[in-house]
């Protein structure tokens, strides 16, 4: 038996198993962000068994049991939804105003790394000033050795600020990447498996009816089982041709890799991936894991230089929400965004959006601006006298036998004074004698009408008697509702 899942939201401390001398600790849990899918795994799980049960009564029938989440347990879940919701948008707000830094960031790493690998030369022992730092050559008798067996060794130097030595051949490769991960990232918006799908075939070439060439994208299709392409921008294709020109240095073409899909546990027939790393004797395609660990890693070196990236980390996702941020408050119709994002429904790439009170403010004031514009520019000049007076008039027009006409300013009778039948007639509780006057004279007028065989006549009486009805029982209720005080203050001197 399943234990009921706990829906608080709260973290709590429980004690951990006794150390060797006896003695317990408390240990903090955190409480569980993504209960949901938790639950509705847990819950399918029950219903398939007592599915199978039904067609197959031999097999299963003695596994299944009731499911202990109740519906309710669900519907909880819209308020936990929406918490995330709000946790991600919070998180996204956090890391806009970062998103600089980090990309500074990680051009500034790899452009120092490779000034450091075109300084190959430098004697050992020798120094080479990079930026404002200073590097000290390195070969040491393992580097030497690694020359005579296979030819090349490692480019070494030494960090004089910090000490530390550096495999400038495994640095620069891992900071291309790094810089090739976020740029892809941020460019794309797409989900980490999208990234790692990319390949050469994925580019491709539009001619628009004018003759101008558009660059492509086409991304794979991977949660949505939908393919779908996006337009190059500028920035895009110098990060994918650096790519391109990187994995074809010393050969024609991009080298085959195979890529392992964690999800379908399958590997894929070689294909020119572009993100794929030389490991080993092999060219394979990066996981997701290794991408991850890739972006922690230059979080925590950033932290030491920025104490805005303390305790903070970039994910892949979000760059996804990022991009999608930034497109939607650049002014993208949110349907275009959600195609580009690869989302079946409009309500998926509005969760995405982190909205800036900034912007709500601007969005608003622009929509009016708009507005006006629209509106012929007469409206906004100050009123007439006469305007006014026959603005107050209107109002006592509205004054009718039975009651008020609910008709709005400036509009006129279009029942032509049929009040009884008229829906726009709020009958005033006072008048229901007058209603019940205006009864027996329709039933007497019917009696005529039936005696003498009117029938055109005795249909429309009895729709009036029908909406006459109907008044009726609107009045009475009203009459038994009575005024209700709605708090507002009353003129002075008339009380
Ligand atoms: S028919 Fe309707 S709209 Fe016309 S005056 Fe009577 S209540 Fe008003």
């Keep these: 038996m399943l234990a009921r899942p706990r829906s608080s939201g709260t973290s709590r401390s429980i004690p951990a198993r006794p150390g060797r001398n006896g003695s317990t600790s408390l240990v903090s849990i955190k409480p569980r962000q993504n209960l949901d899918s938790i639950l509705v795994t847990v819950r399918a799980f029950y219903f398939d068994i007592q599915a199978w049960s039904a067609h197959e009564a031999e097999r299963w029938a003695h596994w299944a049991a009731p499911c202990p989440i109740p519906h309710q347990e669900l519907r909880a879940g819209a308020k936990r939804r929406r918490r995330t919701r709000e946790r991600m948008a919070d998180q996204t707000r956090q890391l806009q105003p970062l998103l600089p830094a980090l990309t500074r960031y990680v051009e500034d790493a790899h452009a120092t790394m490779a000034a450091l690998l075109a300084a190959a030369d430098t004697p050992p022992g020798e120094v080479v000033a990079v930026g404002s730092r200073i590097y000290r050559r390195l070969f040491t008798n393992a580097d030497r050795r690694r020359e005579q067996m296979h030819g090349f060794a490692n480019i070494r130097f030494l960090d004089e600020a910090t000490g530390k030595a550096i495999n400038v051949t ?57 393919e779908r392409v996006i337009p190059v921008s500028a920035e895009l294709f110098h990060v994918l041709a650096r790519i391109i020109r990187r994995l074809t240095t010393g050969r024609p073409t991009v080298p085959l890799a195979t890529r392992y899909d964690e999800h379908e546990r399958v590997t894929t027939e070689p294909q020119p991936f572009l993100f794929q790393r030389h490991i080993g004797q092999r060219n394979e395609v990066m996981t997701t894991g290794a991408v991850r660990c890739m972006l922690d890693r230059v979080c925590l070196r950033l932290a030491e230089q920025d104490d805005r990236f303390t305790g903070l980390k970039f994910v892949p996702h979000d760059f996804r929400r990022l991009f999608t941020t930034d497109l939607v408050n650049s002014g993208l119709p949110i349907h275009i965004g959600a195609t580009l994002l690869g989302h079946l429904n409009l309500e998926t790439t509005r969760g995405y959006v982190a909205v800036f009170n900034e912007d709500v403010v601007r969005r608003y004031q622009s929509h009016l601006a708009r507005r006006r514009a629209m509106r012929p520019q007469e409206e906004y000049r100050p009123t007439t006298d006469q305007e006014w007076q026959e603005f107050e008039e209107h109002f006592d027009k509205r004054k009718l036998e039975l009651g008020n006409c609910g008709r709005p300013y400036a509009t006129p009778c279009s029942h032509e004074h049929a009040c009884i039948r008229c829906p726009m007639l709020h009958v005033d509780p006072k008048m229901i004698s007058r209603l019940d006057e205006i009864e027996t004279d329709l039933l007497a007028r019917r009696a005529r009408s039936e005696a003498e065989g009117w029938l055109g006549e005795l249909e429309g009486l009895d729709l009036t008697l029908g909406f006459l009805v109907g008044k009726r029982e609107e009045a009475l209720r009203l009459s038994r509702i009575g005024p209700v005080s709605l708090g507002l203050p009353t003129p002075r001197g008339s009380a």
């Design 170 to 226: 495994l640095a620069e490769d891992t900071m291309f990447w790094q810089w090739a991960i976020v740029e892809t990232l941020r460019h794309t918006g797409v989900r980490i498996e999208e990234l790692l799908e990319l390949s050469q075939l994925s580019i491709r070439q539009y001619r628009r009816p004018n003759g101008e060439v558009v660059a492509l994208l086409v991304i794979a299709p991977s949660k949505t089982d939908r």
